[in-house]
């Protein structure tokens, strides 16, 4: 096995949850920045590629999704960003890790290796969110967020990122070494969910544990109970400030109604192909004062594509995502990479991981295991 290949691999798991954890360099006045766990994942693409037999991920369905970024930047809002966005995000991250990573961990890195880089990354993840969300707790924050100085700008995007590997570790699809490692980070990763006090991570979970319990429910019947679940997850989420009281709660609400209220106002501006991608923080930050000037984004991935890239753009991205889905479901061995590719999808309704290495790994990951054919050397 190439040991470099490896190198990068562990890079990629042990980072990818740290959305600040970056390396940056000035040039003039252009500041060149990236996630160590992106710059690890170019560096793979190239050893990737030397063996291209590992099925593309829905490759029609996110071709349309780009078709329809590139139409949008002719007509959006700031079509320099939104170049440099779609050639950034969407066209970068499907590269490096729905082809590059998944290829590698389908064809290079032996299961048991991976298993054990998954474990190391999540472990430390969920150490991190649960020392954290205990000072948070003493200080009296118990609701609110709290910045991880260079790892992520709110400790509870770690929540959120674990809660969509939960499939992973609990159906074990990653090896059976060592069960006592995959119970203490299963039980660290509850734990740091559990204090984030992020209802998306809670309704995430809430769909990973239904997923892989009880063990012996057929395949077909995984999936029935995920509706319910969203629906009574979002009456929740939608009531939970009054519930409780909470202002905090109540804020970020409020928060939402507003990022969903600029969504609909791009889809309107332009239904086909939107406004541009990357362009809802610029219209937050330009055009939308009735509430926070932040540049916070669409919190959900159907608000997202859709006023970025218009129905057009949905309809790709919806094709790859089902499409990815299917392909997983016709592989009998692949029920525990099938549960996180639908956990991670759920998690994208509520969240603005889209398009970030807290998505595309562990999607990656996913893929891989499943086409992984044969152990490595």
Known sequence: MNHVVLVLVAIILITHPYIDLELAQSIGAWNANAPIADLAALALLPLALRTPTTPLPGVRGYGLFLVAAVAGIAVGLDPAHSAHFL??????????????????????????RTRQLILVGLGVAASISIATSLGRIVAGHSLWYAAIHGLTPNHKTLAVT??????????GITGNADRRGNRLVVG??????AMSMSKTAWITTVFGLGWCWPRNRPLSRRASFAAPVLALALVFAAAAPLMLGSKTMLDAARSRHSLNQRAWMMVQQNPLVGTGAGTNTVVEMATYPHYRINGVDAHGVIQKV????GLVGLAGFAWFVLGTGATLRRRPEATAALGTWAALHINLLLSTETFSPTHWVPLAIAWGLAHRDQEAP
């Open 188 to 193: 660290l990763v509850l734990i740091a969910i």
């Open 87 to 112: 050639v950034r995000k969407p066209l970068f991250l499907y590269l490096v890790y729905g082809i590059g990573l998944a290829r590698v961990v389908a064809q290079s890195v032996p299961t048991a």
């Open 306 to 309: 859709t006023s970025e890239t």
């Open 162 to 171: 674990l809660a969509g590997w939960l499939p992973l570790l609990l159906a």
